[in-house]
């Protein structure tokens, strides 16, 4: 069973920046179309960005241009460079198969302030 652990969020101003991070156990990571996902209270989780195993990546309108996904197979981690941050990011970040067939982590919270 893949066991995740997100990391990097924190208290951050508006057009600020953070770095998440996402490390993954088990063996078959580097195959997997990975993607970060968000959640805020009351709401259903959204996708927010995704990778695929060669590379390929995908944003939601909402973070294009803002998120950089990227991966390092050789440590089974995905990352997510978020700058300009803003008030409507803050939320709890998740990472998990685009098919979220693994268990989710705790998750890594992020709060933008105004």
């Known amino acids: 069973q893949v066991q995740l652990v997100e990391s990097g969020g924190g208290l951050v101003q508006a057009g600020g920046s953070l770095r998440l991070s996402c490390a993954a156990s088990?063996?078959?990571?580097?195959?997997?179309?990975v993607g970060w996902y968000r959640q805020v209270p009351g709401k259903q989780r959204e996708l927010v960005a995704s990778?695929?195993?060669?590379?390929?990546?995908n944003y939601s309108d909402s973070v294009k241009g803002r998120f950089t996904i990227s991966r390092d197979n050789a440590k089974n981690t995905v990352y997510l460079q978020m700058n300009s941050l803003k008030p409507e990011d803050t939320a709890v970040y998740y990472c998990?198969?685009?098919?979220?067939?693994?268990?989710w982590g705790q998750g890594t919270q992020v709060i933008v302030s105004s």
């Open positions: 998990n198969t685009i098919a979220q067939i693994w268990s």
């Open positions: 088990g063996r078959t990571f580097a195959i997997r179309t």
């Open positions: 990778i695929s195993s060669g590379g390929t990546t």
